[in-house]
């Protein structure tokens, strides 16, 4: 069975310019949850979807936005990036909710924001 | 808020010694604990999780302990190895949502 898969993989943008990260979860799992991993702040929960609809977000600006669509595969989007967004954005799925089950994470996509 | 404080954020421990990590959480409703495991480079894997109807749970050489009263629950880790350094994060479901430390960065030096 395949696992989580977040493409690109690494990625390096300018200030100002706007990224778009992919995630395609495990085959079956309906919940897609989306992670900013910085050095000293844990894992930040950005939002997550669950059958094409966004069940909850965290506390970030309305810079950052996603989608799911039908196949559960799901993007995220940052707008007019700032420095502060370089981190490692981890994408999981599961079968359940985030708030119930277990997450299968992704490696991860390392944006560098220059 | 909706917090997850996470103590202490590095931990270093000689080989076959134990190890533990403490969390505490702000939402009395909260009822889903589980702790991540990440190896250097790697993705963040369940090593193993409790619910609010435990006071505690064990797999091995790992355990978790729940103390819903004070809002707090902790991870146990005895005999440890060399393959358990790694960072460590405990989480809370809070409003719907998993709620994360901030992490521990554990050492095993052999």
């Known amino acids: 069975k395949a696992g989580v898969t977040q493409t690109p993989r690494y990625l390096i943008k300018t200030r100002g310019q706007q990224v778009t990260l992919s995630c395609s979860p495990i085959s079956g799992h309906r919940s897609v949850s989306w992670y900013q991993q910085t050095p000293g702040q844990g894992l930040q929960f950005l939002f997550e979807y669950f059958s094409e609809t966004q069940r909850n977000k965290g506390n970030f600006p309305g810079r950052f936005s996603g989608r799911q669509f039908s196949n559960s595969r799901s993007e995220m989007n940052v707008s007019t990036l700032e420095l502060g967004d370089s981190a490692l954005y981890l994408c999981a799925s599961s079968l359940i909710p985030v708030n119930t089950g277990e997450l299968f994470f992704g490696e991860g996509s390392r944006l560098t924001v220059l | 808020g909706e917090n997850v404080e996470q103590h202490p954020s590095t931990l270093s421990v000689q080989e076959g010694d134990s190890a533990v990590i403490k969390c505490t959480y702000s939402?009395?409703?909260?009822?889903?604990f589980p702790w991540y495991k990440q190896e250097l480079g790697k993705r963040p894997q369940l090593i193993i999780d409790i619910r609010s109807n435990v006071g505690e749970k064990k797999d091995q050489r790992i355990a978790v302990t729940l103390n819903k009263t004070a809002k707090h629950f902790s991870l146990h880790i005895t005999e440890t190895q060399p393959e358990d350094s790694a960072v460590y994060f405990c989480a809370a479901s809070m409003g719907g949502k998993l709620i994360f430390g901030q992490g521990t960065e554990l050492s095993v030096k052999p």
């Open positions: 939402d009395s409703a909260s009822n889903y």
